[in-house]
């Protein structure tokens, strides 16, 4: 039933935006970073993911990212990146807002895709601001410790670090589309991460709604119109064929 009603809220509450979070990740392998099994279960993130800390030591953040790429370009794209590029295709779903880093949405055909958390697509100078693609960071890092610009200086992978303010542009059109939507559809999200806990919250108040899929709670879970506790891929498949159907 539940499935129903989202794919009836889907097709009724135009345009509808999608916000994406770790939990979409997670069915294509890529651990999460909050939960008790997470990423930062055994590892200080102020020691290997803060601005403070690649200024003091970059080698060290690398020696924990290096590996990381390399997990995340090994990962494919699963049925909830897929399912919202279908929705996306049919006009069904108008953008997706995603606080991952891993460009699977992308990858699984999504073509308007708002990164407020940044990406590995890129690794950038913080002294000449040169950019370098994610292969050639990559091609570095077999032979090297860190990767490094033409100009010897450590490149920093163009992830937002803790301490870094998120990037402008997509930080503001994730506002902008959390206000004119309709539906806010939140995917794979405990919304505990300022700024974008806020989005559902922009959607209410321009008089929106908000549907949650999400394994466990969220902090918006008493905002939402519905809430459906179940994986992201299986749900999103069903919904796209629930919509097939009409």
Excluded at 91 to 117: F, K, P, Y
Aim: proline letters at 6%; charged letters at 20%.
């Amino acid at each position: 039933m539940s499935v129903a009603q989202l794919a009836g809220l889907i097709r009724e509450r135009q345009p509808c935006v999608a916000l994406t979070g770790a939990g979409v990740s997670t069915e294509s392998g890529i651990p999460d970073f909050r939960s008790p099994t997470g990423i930062w279960a055994n590892v200080d993130p102020l020691e290997y993911a803060s601005l403070e800390a690649f200024r003091r030591d970059p080698v060290k953040v690398w020696s924990f990212y290096a590996p990381r790429f390399a997990m995340l370009t090994g990962a494919e794209p699963n049925a909830a990146h897929r399912a919202l590029a279908e929705l996306e295709r049919r006009g069904l779903v108008r953008a997706v807002v995603t606080q991952n880093i891993d460009v699977l949405h992308e990858r699984a055909g999504s073509r308007e895709v708002l990164e407020v958390h940044g990406s590995i697509r890129t690794s950038s100078c913080m002294d000449c601001g040169a950019s370098y693609p994610l292969a050639a960071v990559e091609e570095q890092l077999k032979s090297r410790d860190a990767p490094v610009c033409s100009c010897e200086t450590i490149l920093k992978p163009d992830v937002v670090f803790f301490g870094e303010v998120l990037p402008a542009a997509a930080i503001d059109r994730a506002y902008a589309l959390a206000a004119e939507a309709a539906l806010l559809l939140v995917v794979g999200s405990a919304l505990e991460v300022w700024p974008v806990a806020e989005l559902p919250l922009v959607t209410r108040r321009a008089g929106g709604a908000v549907a949650i899929v999400n394994l466990g709670p969220t902090a918006r879970d008493g905002d939402a119109e519905l809430k459906i506790e179940g994986s992201a891929g299986e749900t999103l498949e069903c919904v796209v064929a629930a919509l097939a159907t009409d």
